[in-house]
């Protein structure tokens, strides 16, 4: 059986001029329907699915368009093309199926703007992050892109106000095999950030590295 794609035409409805436009989902979309896939129409997330992820106050703006910077324009009923996105990714995660359409969403922090970083980088809503809660289920999230998934790192890091301080003992460890300004801490989830006594992985530990070159790095 073959996987189901989750797409939408409405999601080619915006941004034509843009480095991220329609012709990224289209072209991905016609390959697929020539070999023979089946697609499903998405529904819009709703404001609550939307809240899991997000502040009500990132929401509101998404709304009334009061989002806007270089990369991410507050583009005319953005909200419609970016909670119908975030739908593709919740059907897609009810389903086992693969979600294809635009706007993305892992530079979108809770309030937009993720860990001082300036552009929302093209995204408004986090798809993934909103359909991993959704679901409940401890995820795996393979973010592949030509940056950090920053957006959901925010998202889905500990709270300060709890309060876990920063596991020394792993961070001094990996710095022996690893240059220091390359260990990216993470959360108390997936990293040694702030696990705490026990970490959820037991006697182990693991972490995230930043593989860019210098040059990207800059
Ligand atoms: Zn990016």
Not at 70 to 99: C, H, M, Q, R, V
Not at 139 to 161: C, M, V
Request: aromatic share 10%.
């Amino acid at each position: 059986m073959k996987t189901k794609i989750v797409y939408s035409e409405k999601c080619l409805g915006y941004g034509t001029w843009h480095v991220e436009g329609p012709q990224r989902v289209k072209t991905a979309h016609d390959v697929l329907q020539a070999k023979g896939y089946e697609f499903l129409e998405p529904k819009p997330a709703t404001d609550d699915q939307i809240l899991s992820a997000h502040d009500a106050d990132y929401l509101f703006n998404v709304k009334k368009g009061l989002v806007e910077d270089s990369d991410t324009p507050a583009y005319k009923n953005i909200f419609e093309f970016a909670s119908l996105s975030a739908g593709g990714a919740l059907l897609a995660s009810k389903i086992n199926g693969f979600s294809i359409t635009r706007p993305p969403g892992h530079h979108s922090g809770r309030n937009g703007n993720a860990l001082g970083v300036y552009t929302r980088g093209f995204c408004y809503f986090n798809n993934i992050a909103i359909a991993v809660k959704e679901s409940g289920k401890k995820t795996l999230i393979l973010d592949i892109d030509g940056h950090h998934g920053n957006g959901t790192q925010e998202i889905f890091e500990g709270d300060e106000k709890e309060g876990i301080p920063k596991d020394e003992e792993a961070f001094n460890e990996w710095k022996k095999v690893i240059s220091e300004d390359r260990i990216l801490l993470g959360n108390k989830k997936d990293n040694f950030w702030e696990m705490g006594d026990t970490g959820p992985c037991g006697p182990c530990t693991e972490i995230h590295v930043d593989c860019r070159s210098d040059e990207e790095r800059k």
